[in-house]
């Protein structure tokens, strides 16, 4: 079972956090959030993979995210020189503001140039790189047009997110869509999208799972304790309050429907100091 990358969720201070929980769950690896492959940026100063990649209880993959190809090969060379050996690319963010530069779900609508970064990518990580992907951004067959073109390359797994990047994480994941990229595939192919936290599917395939897992977290009876020990890594992370308690507020939203949080949420949400949440521990 992988963790999938939540941006502001999953980070590197949440791993390490909560690396007893996830080994406890079954995850045996986690992808991180998007790093992006643009000129001028270096993979190896985002704070994801500081730890390298020997230093975190689960296996870590970086994710990237770019539309160009020259940028993804100079960045996994960088971090293949570092001693990562696997990558994963970023084909399914839905936000309108990265689609519509042809970077994450984007990339669905650039076949041609999505190509290249896939030669690019399994070039520089022979036998390490993976692909994330939505159905499609308009609709759920776009995908299926382009897997001639994806079973072209040698990828460690597809991982398909069963929604349309238009979803964004509303509405139901489209099973049927789903089956019939997994017919089609020539790799293996990893689910993701409204999974329970189980290692396979009922086809047993293997799964990436996500916002179910957070959500889980928020009904562990120790819950604040972890959340303690997120808390003091968050701070050693960034030096200073304000970002950790935006980060405390952004994981806590995912448990706001939950009855033990429900009332708590609203005072976590207008907390103006980290203080001021720690007090709630």
Request: contains cysteine.
């Amino acid at each position: 079972m992988i963790l999938a990358p939540l941006r502001g969720v999953t980070v590197r201070s949440f791993r390490e956090a909560f690396s007893s929980v996830m080994e406890e769950m079954g995850f045996t690896e986690a992808i991180t959030p998007f790093i992006s492959a643009m000129k001028g940026i270096d993979p190896l100063s985002d704070r994801e993979l500081k730890n390298g990649p020997q230093g975190e209880a689960i296996a870590v993959t970086p994710q990237f995210i770019g539309k160009d190809p020259n940028e993804l090969r100079r960045a996994l060379r960088r971090i293949k020189d570092a001693g990562w050996e696997r990558a994963d690319l970023n084909g399914g963010c839905p936000f309108p503001m990265v689609r519509r530069k042809g970077r994450g779900s984007g990339l669905l609508k650039t076949p041609e140039n999505l190509s290249r970064m896939l030669e690019a990518g399994c070039e520089e990580m022979p036998g390490g790189f993976s692909f994330k992907v939505r159905l499609g951004v308009d609709e759920p067959s776009e995908l299926e047009k382009l897997m001639p073109i994806i079973n072209n390359f040698p990828l460690r797994f597809l991982t398909v997110h069963a929604r349309t990047a238009r979803q964004m994480y509303e509405g139901e994941c489209n099973k049927e869509a789903l089956e019939r990229i997994c017919a089609l595939s020539k790799v293996r192919v990893v689910v993701n999208g409204d999974l329970p936290v189980v290692p396979f599917d009922g086809a047993n395939r293997e799964t990436m799972v996500g916002r179910s897992f957070i959500r889980l977290l928020g009904k562990r009876v120790d819950i604040k304790e972890f959340l303690a020990k997120y808390v003091e890594l968050s701070r050693q992370e960034f030096g200073c309050d304000r970002p950790v308690l935006g980060r405390m507020k952004e994981l806590i939203a995912y448990w706001r429907e939950i009855p033990q949080w429900s009332r708590l949420w609203n005072v976590v949400k207008i907390c103006r100091t980290l203080d001021e949440f720690k007090s709630l521990l």
